[in-house]
């Protein structure tokens, strides 16, 4: 049972996705593998044509046990845990009734950290004091006081991570023509299927603003800084993409090249940096949006890789249908992303994404539970729940008060 934590979010504060359609996310490499659409694939739902499948594919599942293995709690003083299992807390839920909901499964339950939004579709949820923020328009009070919020989360023994959405922005484009990227045909902002715009990740300016929110945040208190859509667009008419003159060789150099920039400046800070990446980057370098593994990892403390199954292609992993193999594929998928990024930094911590939302069918909470395990035993500690309206599956989270 998923159980909601708060109202649905309106305006810019509403997540919009985090499944883009997967068309131009799939290149060469894994045309092998197939060509779908997001909305494409098997479309079933419920346990029952869950177990269809995977009769059909002829494995066998992997048992599913409990989720995790020994009880964290909270950490004192929002210290860092030995496992982190955080839950995502969007803005429209991070000042307001919801947060409570979340605050009490962070007291009663294995969950000791909340990611929050700090900036998403190009608004902050707190006043910031960025020049260029304020100039644009960007700022919000959703919530009042970021750094008394921050301190409220640490009473209560939450390790606090704030989530900074980068590129994907639907305010810096519109204000500042010269930061986005451009449709060729019309000469004003890309967007993507969805209307979404998008600042040019070759802008230095466009990198500067992002961490100077950053730097705010850290200076609140959060512990560590999440980058989300750190890469480049992969929706949309992407053969009117114009970036002008690009200032990095490649895509990828642009990417690893702000991390080591933001790293830079967030390390003094004594903040750790961590990065959201597709799911689909474990299997191939060079899924066409500048996420390479190898390029990002040794700028990175945590890479945080988004291994939600109904996003990979059928034939990933050799599963027709990835969707109703959540084992599985979180079981492949960090094995692949734990090669690639420990070969660049041995010490990295790898925190997946998991997915507790449905999209091509029904996620019940086996499902939740299966990745939990899947991740487990591939050896890491911690894991994050995604769900874009904070409604979690309460029931696959382990007790550990009372």
Same mark, same amino acid.
């Given at each position: 049972?998923?159980?909601? $934590?708060?109202?649905?979010?309106?305006?810019?504060?509403?997540?919009?996705?985090?499944?883009?359609?997967?068309?131009?996310?799939?290149?060469?490499?894994?045309?092998?593998?197939?060509?779908?659409?997001?909305?494409?694939?098997?479309?079933?739902?419920?346990?029952?044509?869950?177990?269809?499948?995977?009769?059909?594919?002829?494995?066998?599942?992997?048992?599913?046990?409990?989720?995790?293995?020994?009880?964290?709690?909270?950490?004192?003083?929002?210290?860092?845990?030995?496992?982190?299992? #955080?839950?995502?807390?969007? +803005?429209?839920?991070?000042?307001?009734?919801?947060?409570?909901?979340?605050?009490?499964?962070?007291?009663?339950?294995?969950?000791?950290?909340?990611?929050?939004?700090?900036? %998403?579709?190009?608004?902050?949820?707190?006043?910031?004091?960025?020049?260029? /923020?304020?100039?644009? +328009?960007?700022?919000?009070?959703?919530?009042? %006081?970021? /750094?008394?919020?921050?301190?409220?989360l640490k009473e209560k023994g939450v390790y606090p991570i704030a989530r900074l959405a980068v590129f994907q922005d639907d305010v810096l484009p519109h204000a500042r023509p010269d930061l986005a990227a451009i449709d060729a045909t019309t000469g004003e902002p890309w967007l993507t299927y969805q209307g979404a715009a998008w600042a040019n990740p070759y802008r230095e300016e466009?990198?500067?603003?992002?961490?100077?929110?950053?730097?705010?945040?850290? /200076?609140?208190?959060?512990?560590?800084?999440?980058?989300?859509?750190?890469?480049?667009?992969?929706?949309?008419?992407?053969?009117?993409?114009?970036?002008?003159?690009?200032?990095?060789?490649?895509?990828?150099?642009?990417?690893?090249g702000f991390l080591e920039y933001a790293h830079g400046e967030l390390e003094p800070m004594g903040v750790e940096v961590s990065a959201d990446v597709f799911g689909l980057v474990g299997m191939n370098d060079y899924v066409g949006v500048g996420q390479v593994v190898s390029k990002m990892a040794p700028h990175l403390d945590v890479l945080c890789p988004m291994v939600y199954p109904?996003?990979?292609?059928?034939?990933?992993?050799?599963?027709?249908?990835? %969707?109703?193999?959540?084992?599985?594929?979180? %079981?492949?998928?960090?094995?692949?992303? +734990?090669?690639?990024?420990?070969?660049?930094?041995?010490?990295?911590?790898?925190?997946?994404?998991?997915?507790?939302?449905?999209?091509?069918?029904?996620?019940?909470?086996?499902?939740?539970? /299966?990745?939990?395990?899947? $991740?487990?035993?591939?050896?890491?500690?911690?894991?994050?729940?995604?769900? #874009?309206?904070?409604?979690? $599956?309460?029931?696959?989270?382990?007790?550990?008060?009372?």
């Amino acid at each position: 049972m998923r159980v909601s $934590t708060g109202p649905t979010g309106e305006g810019p504060y509403r997540r919009r996705r985090r499944f883009a359609p997967l068309p131009m996310m799939l290149t060469a490499a894994l045309l092998a593998v197939a060509l779908v659409s997001g909305c494409g694939g098997d479309q079933d739902s419920g346990q029952g044509a869950r177990e269809e499948a995977r009769a059909a594919q002829g494995g066998q599942e992997k048992p599913r046990g409990a989720t995790t293995g020994g009880e964290t709690g909270m950490a004192e003083g929002g210290e860092k845990p030995e496992a982190v299992k #955080a839950l995502y807390v969007p +803005g429209f839920v991070a000042e307001g009734e919801g947060l409570d909901g979340v605050l009490r499964l962070a007291e009663e339950t294995e969950v000791n950290a909340l990611v929050v939004d700090v900036k %998403d579709a190009g608004v902050t949820t707190y006043p910031s004091e960025v020049p260029l /923020a304020q100039e644009i +328009g960007a700022t919000s009070d959703r919530i009042p %006081d970021l /750094a008394a919020f921050v301190r409220g989360l640490k009473e209560k023994g939450v390790y606090p991570i704030a989530r900074l959405a980068v590129f994907q922005d639907d305010v810096l484009p519109h204000a500042r023509p010269d930061l986005a990227a451009i449709d060729a045909t019309t000469g004003e902002p890309w967007l993507t299927y969805q209307g979404a715009a998008w600042a040019n990740p070759y802008r230095e300016e466009a990198q500067r603003y992002n961490v100077e929110i950053a730097k705010e945040a850290a /200076a609140a208190g959060f512990e560590e800084v999440q980058f989300d859509y750190v890469r480049f667009p992969s929706d949309g008419e992407m053969v009117n993409l114009a970036y002008g003159e690009e200032t990095a060789p490649t895509q990828e150099d642009a990417i690893a090249g702000f991390l080591e920039y933001a790293h830079g400046e967030l390390e003094p800070m004594g903040v750790e940096v961590s990065a959201d990446v597709f799911g689909l980057v474990g299997m191939n370098d060079y899924v066409g949006v500048g996420q390479v593994v190898s390029k990002m990892a040794p700028h990175l403390d945590v890479l945080c890789p988004m291994v939600y199954p109904s996003h990979y292609p059928p034939g990933a992993y050799g599963y027709d249908n990835p %969707d109703v193999y959540p084992y599985e594929i979180v %079981d492949l998928a960090m094995a692949d992303f +734990g090669t690639k990024a420990r070969a660049v930094n041995p010490g990295i911590e790898i925190r997946p994404w998991l997915q507790d939302f449905d999209y091509l069918s029904e996620y019940e909470p086996a499902d939740v539970e /299966a990745q939990m395990k899947a $991740t487990e035993e591939a050896g890491l500690k911690g894991w994050i729940l995604w769900n #874009a309206n904070a409604e979690y $599956t309460t029931e696959v989270l382990k007790k550990v008060n009372g």
